[in-house]
């Protein structure tokens, strides 16, 4: 399982655009890179998936160079709502297995 | 839209007794997933189900055990509680393999006096 590595925390101001960037240097090549979400008591959130390049969705955007030894995940335009703790997973495609590693907790300041 | 329904949403046992989580992965999902969430600390992989049959194990301890039933839900059961079993239990839910992302319900709390 490719072990990933992010910021402990992050702090932003109200409308401003967050980057949070995952380290995987052990990624294989049939690994997906996630992204999910989690408020306090509550089960986390999916937001995006990738493989390589630039993925796109209504909420956020996932970066991934292309050795794919990190993602970057943006968040535009946040929000204090999106105060959460945000976690970078790598999995393959035929795991049954996702780990959560630290995730990173996002504060979003007024 | 459908999400994973878990429950109970709260749960009081006493040390030493036993507890029965249930899960109800979202309509079509086919692969259950359980995680343990411990007070400020990130979730731990516990066990999973594909197609009914146990699929990958992560750190469950032997007193716990689970399984799949015909219609897909999924109960963990734990037995001979301790203290430190008190936790936020995660069940998960995923449509097959080829890394499909996994939706999560919002968890049943356990607390062991």
């Known amino acids: 399982l490719a072990k990933t590595t992010q910021p402990i925390s992050m702090d932003s101001y109200e409308g401003q655009e967050v980057n949070i960037t995952c380290s995987h240097n052990?990624?294989?090549?049939?690994?997906?890179i996630t992204w999910y979400q989690q408020f306090p008591s509550q089960g986390p959130r999916f937001i995006i998936q990738?493989?390589?390049t630039k993925v796109t969705n209504e909420v956020a955007s996932l970066f991934i160079p292309a050795d794919r030894k990190s993602s970057t995940l943006s968040l535009p335009r946040v929000s204090l709502s999106d105060t959460a703790v945000y976690y970078c997973?790598?999995?393959?495609?035929?795991?049954?297995?996702?780990?959560f590693g630290k995730g990173t907790k996002l504060s979003v300041i007024p | 839209a459908a999400g994973v329904i878990q429950s109970p949403r709260h749960l009081i046992k006493e040390k030493r007794e036993t507890a029965t989580l249930k899960c109800y992965p979202i309509?079509?999902?086919?692969?259950v997933y359980w995680y343990q969430q411990g007070p400020g600390q990130d979730p731990q992989f516990l066990i999973s189900f594909y197609e009914k049959m146990q699929s990958d194990k992560g750190s469950i301890p032997d007193r716990f055990s689970a399984q799949q039933f015909s219609d897909y839900h999924s109960e963990l059961n734990m037995s001979s509680l301790e203290l430190g079993d008190s936790a936020l239990y995660f069940c998960?839910?995923?449509?097959?393999?080829?890394?499909?992302?996994?939706?999560f319900g919002n968890g049943t709390r356990l607390t062991v006096t």
């Open positions: 997973l790598v999995r393959g495609a035929g795991s049954y297995q996702l780990t």
């Open positions: 309509p079509r999902h086919d692969t």
């Open positions: 990738g493989y390589k």
């Open positions: 998960a839910s995923a449509q097959g393999l080829r890394g499909s992302p996994l939706h």
């Open positions: 052990n990624i294989a090549t049939n690994d997906y």
